[in-house]
């Protein structure tokens, strides 16, 4: 019985991404070589070109010397990618505060499609991020800010009851933001619950990656949503997090360049990535320029093989504990934040 079971559900969700794939082709089949040679697509309805990977802001935030940071930022633009991720809360400002500093050298925040997230629900707080981040991003505007962190079940209701959307928008209309979007990374419902509310977003942000297939997935209910709505998908967690080397290919044995292949032959926009190291950017860069699309066979088992540890979530913990939640959003809802 179990083993009928499992086989049924490895049907269901080689289905669901196949689905999902034949939704996106177009997408997919849309990639622009760019003069750097990094590949870009349009992002959703914004009709934006941006390149195939995004820059992390936690983990450049992470860096510990500032001028490696910095010459890893400058660097990435050299090398094509112009998209860079941030939030409000990341290293308590800190990320932003760096990237800032990098932009600013020599007219660079010109050349960046530059997103980061804002970590209140309320009015006032929404306005508090808002300011803070365009001081430390040192920018008069965000090219996407991002309703940060929809992990709870009440956190879309609270972003219309309290003002938060007010706040997006009377900042859209002032123009201090282009574009208004969401992220989370805990259950596809939430984002569904997000995409039904009384707005038109033009970003969602969530995990994107080998494993999602099978267990709470966001390609799988989410997507497809997305992509019907024509709102611009952002992946992340591609690697699964949890270490700098990523929890999928260092305890699932699928190399990081399988696990960005994969993410970015589904019907994403760009993937934001964690880089650490010039070391991990110069591999970033080789797997975006060399990017084909991942063959009907070669996906179907890479899904066959991974399928037993993938279906219990054990390398998508960010779905099922609070251990990956933000310590501002965990105490926003009251949590313990010594529990996981």
């Known amino acids: 019985m179990e083993t009928r079971r499992t086989r049924r559900e490895f049907l269901q969700a080689a289905v669901a991404a196949t689905t999902t794939l034949a939704l996106g082709q177009d997408i997919v089949a849309q990639t622009r070589n760019s003069g750097s040679g990094i590949p870009t697509r349009a992002l959703g309805k914004t009709g934006v070109q941006v390149p195939i990977l995004c820059l992390g802001g936690w983990h450049i935030g992470a860096v510990q010397d500032k001028k490696e940071a910095i010459r890893i930022m400058h660097t990435a633009l050299d090398e094509g990618i112009t998209f860079f991720d941030n939030a409000w809360d ?5 990320s932003e505060e760096v990237m800032g500093e990098a932009l600013a050298d020599g007219g660079k925040r010109n050349k960046v499609f530059l997103m980061t997230k804002n970590c209140e629900r309320d009015y006032a707080g929404s ?20 309703f940060h962190e929809m992990v709870y079940d009440n956190d879309p209701d609270w972003v219309f009851e309290k003002g938060g959307l007010k706040a997006a928008l009377e900042a859209q209309k002032a123009g201090k933001v282009r574009f208004i979007g969401f992220t989370g990374h805990k259950d596809p419902r939430i984002h569904l619950k997000m995409l039904n509310k009384p707005y038109d977003w033009d970003t969602a942000q ?19 949503v997305c992509l019907a709505k024509q709102v611009g998908v952002l992946g992340m967690k591609t690697l699964g997090g949890g270490s700098p080397r990523g929890r999928i290919p260092s305890q699932a044995g699928v190399s990081a360049q399988d696990c960005i292949r994969y993410a970015l032959s589904l019907p994403v926009f760009t993937l934001v990535v964690g880089i650490l190291s010039m070391e991990d950017l110069k591999q970033d ?5 060399n990017f084909k699309p991942m063959p009907e066979g070669e996906r179907i088992t890479l899904l066959n093989r991974i399928h ?10 960010f779905k099922s504990t609070k251990t990956f939640d933000g310590p501002h959003h965990r105490k926003q809802h ?7």
């Open 90 to 94: 990341y290293h308590d400002g800190g």
């Open 127 to 146: 306005m508090r991020d808002l300011e803070d981040s365009l001081r430390r991003l040192k920018t008069d505007h965000l090219d996407l800010w991002q």
């Open 206 to 224: 969530m995990p994107i990656n080998v494993m999602d297939a099978y267990y709470r997935s966001f390609q799988n209910e989410v997507v497809p």
């Open 285 to 289: 860069v080789a797997i975006a320029r």
């Open 308 to 317: 037993e540890e993938a279906s219990d979530g054990r390398h998508e913990l």
């Open 334 to 340: 009251g949590f313990d934040l010594s529990v996981a």
